[in-house]
């Protein structure tokens, strides 16, 4: 039997039971009035001296504070929320700028390929053109070292006296010959060296301005690309300076939230007091109404009839809502153990093969969601180490009628999956995931269940 028990059993036994002789039980309860009026009341009847009483001023300004430091911390998660958000912009704007910089380097080796191409073949043009350029320059020489020669031999090329003045028809056929040759072949192709010349040399102009215009793209292509490096540059600096902002955002929001936990643990400690001031004065009040009784039968000569009829003891140490919270929230900061946690207290975690075995759980001291409602809820009933089970240890009431104390669970078709004491006001106390530690947070109700469990009223 638990202590309670144990205190009104001697309470029953110094009455006189069944088996107490009725003359022993006369002077039992003659003994007692004398204790009860000389005010000595024996062990059983004992009140133990009372408790602190918080004031009410105390539990206000408490309270009061508590909420400050909750909006505080609303203010910060806003904000925090806001930065998260540009953020994630900014790494977008970033990503879209790193893309675009790509997209500048592969438009600047395209045009320098291309320049370099167009380039190639303005050289190949320009030695056509002085190539054809020489040709002829070869054959004007090669045509007046002939007309030199003729005109040596006393003509001139393709006038009539080179017939007229030949020696003889041998000589005159020759002559005939060698001014269609002249007039034939030598002619002829220098034309067409003079066309080919033409030709190359238009050639050799639009090579130089597809070059030109080749360049120009190459030197706009670099340009794009310094831009767009520079905008890449910006984008990554202001995702930098973002990220330092919400690092402080999330430190200021960390301080303040150690605040809340502190004002909190302070509202809970003084509701503590108060409940187990109040629980000293229901307990003070039945052993006056006991001893009450007592001298009232004592003065009419009854023996009560055995076990005193008032109220049972209440329940062990823990056992309120306030004393449930006051236990969970005094493991704020301990880190999550998976597999960790049991009514004593923080234990080490246990392998499970993944992710908790890459944050090293298994060499933490501290708890998993289900172990800290094990701590927690200690003083009033044992529970499994399973989310899933714990949803069905007491009574399920619907979200919209969740109070302090009650257990809130996360899950799915698959099953439960995490589970969080509701602080009220929006918050709740757990013990969130491997790599981080427990903590209070807003109440999240996305893939929360319909139900809240209630082990306490």
């Not at 767009?228 to 910006?234: N, P, V």
């Not at 969601?369 to 069905?392: K, N």
């Amino acid at each position: 039997m638990c202590a309670g028990e144990r205190r009104w059993a001697v309470v029953a036994g110094r009455r006189g039971g069944p088996g107490v002789p009725r003359a022993r039980r006369g002077l039992t309860v003659s003994a007692l009035t004398l204790v009860l009026l000389f005010g000595a009341g024996g062990t059983g009847l004992a009140v133990p001296p009372p408790p602190p009483n918080p004031s009410d001023s105390d539990l206000n300004n408490s309270k009061a504070d508590a909420n400050a430091k909750a909006g505080e911390v609303g203010r910060l998660t806003n904000q925090l929320a806001q930065a998260e958000q540009k953020l994630s912009q900014l790494q977008d704007d970033v990503e879209l700028k790193q893309e675009e910089a790509n997209k500048a380097l592969v438009d600047l080796q395209a045009a320098q390929d291309a320049a370099a191409q167009a380039e190639n073949d303005a050289k190949a043009a320009r030695t056509e053109a002085d190539a054809a350029a020489a040709a002829i320059e070869k054959a004007r020489n090669d045509l007046k070292t002939f007309a030199a020669a003729s005109f040596q031999q006393g003509s001139t090329v393709g006038s009539l006296s080179a017939y007229l003045s030949a020696d003889s028809p041998k000589d005159m056929l020759a002559r005939a010959q060698l001014l269609d040759a002249v007039g034939g072949d030598r002619l002829n192709a220098l034309d067409r060296l003079q066309q080919a010349q033409t030709a190359k040399s238009n050639k050799d102009s639009a090579a130089r301005k597809a070059a030109e215009i080749a360049q120009q793209k190459q030197d706009a292509a670099r340009q794009a690309k310094t831009s767009a490096d520079a905008a890449q540059a910006r984008a990554i600096s202001a995702q930098d300076s973002q990220a330092t902002q919400n690092t402080q955002l999330e430190k200021n929001k960390s301080d303040v939230e150690q605040q809340l936990y502190a004002a909190q643990a302070k509202v809970s400690g003084l509701q503590g007091q108060r409940q187990r001031y109040q629980d000293w004065l229901a307990q003070k009040q039945r052993e006056d109404e006991e001893r009450a009784r007592q001298a009232a039968l004592a003065s009419s000569g009854g023996d009560g009839g055995g076990r005193p009829a008032s109220r049972p003891p209440s329940g062990p140490a823990g056992s309120s809502i306030e004393a449930v919270i006051a236990r969970a929230l005094s493991k704020i900061g301990l880190p999550y153990a998976w597999g960790g946690g049991n009514a004593s207290g923080p234990t080490r975690g246990i392998r499970d093969g993944g992710v908790a075995d890459r944050y090293g759980d298994y060499n933490k001291i501290g708890f998993d969601c289900s172990g800290l409602m094990i701590y927690a809820f200690a003083g009033v009933t044992g529970l499994p180490h399973y989310s899933g089970y714990q949803y069905t240890a007491g009574r399920r009431v619907p979200l919209s009628q969740m109070r302090r104390g009650d257990m809130l669970f996360w899950g799915g078709a698959g099953g439960i999956h995490h589970v969080a004491l509701y602080l009220g006001g929006g918050q709740m106390v757990e013990a969130p995931q491997s790599g981080l530690r427990v903590r209070v947070a807003p109440v999240r109700y996305g893939g929360i269940m319909p139900y809240a469990t209630r082990l306490i009223g």
